[in-house]
């Protein structure tokens, strides 16, 4: 949207086996499938999202890997799988070294992440964490009163 060229970049991508603390996040018990992946986002060649994914494969059907090494998670998701609810955390946060490394900047240099989470029903279908550089990106919120 800014008039920059777009690339994506699949970095990895995997079923989960076992951890705890990613299913936590997803709120998904450790029987369910899940898939996680993280990706990088360009603009112009410059990283503006690093994106770190994790995705119910039932709420899901279809998803793997394959699919996404061309045609980023969101995308893919939007065009084929139905959600009823959705939650956006933001907050500033320091980039740790292997986000930073990914963004191409010093670690702990500021970021604005978000922390967007999906339901269909009552069935979680995706959660994502979206690095962004601080110091390249604003949030803007245009509303009216409520009446």
Same mark, same amino acid.
Request: hydrophobic share 30%; glycine share 14%.
């Given at each position: 949207r800014s008039g920059g060229t777009y690339a994506y970049r699949l970095l990895e991508c995997r079923k989960l086996s076992g951890? @705890?603390?990613r299913r936590e996040l997803l709120g998904v018990s450790s029987r369910t499938p899940t898939l996680w992946m993280r990706s990088l986002h360009l603009c112009n060649d410059e990283p503006f999202q690093l994106e770190e994914r994790l995705v119910n494969i039932e709420a899901a059907p279809g998803?793997?890997?394959h699919p996404l090494e061309t045609e980023g998670p969101g995308r893919w998701l939007l065009a084929r799988v139905p959600w009823t609810e959705a939650e956006h955390k933001i907050s500033a946060q320091e980039a @740790? #070294?292997?986000?930073a490394a990914e963004l191409r900047l010093r670690p702990r240099t500021a970021c604005l992440v978000v922390d967007r989470r999906t339901?269909? /029903?009552t069935? #979680?279908?995706t959660y994502a964490r979206m690095w962004h #550089? /601080?110091?390249r990106h604003n949030?803007? /919120?245009h509303f009216g009163p409520s009446r």
């Open positions: 951890d @705890p603390e998803i793997t890997c @740790p #070294p292997e986000v339901w269909n /029903g069935a #979680p279908v #550089p /601080g110091s949030l803007v /919120g």
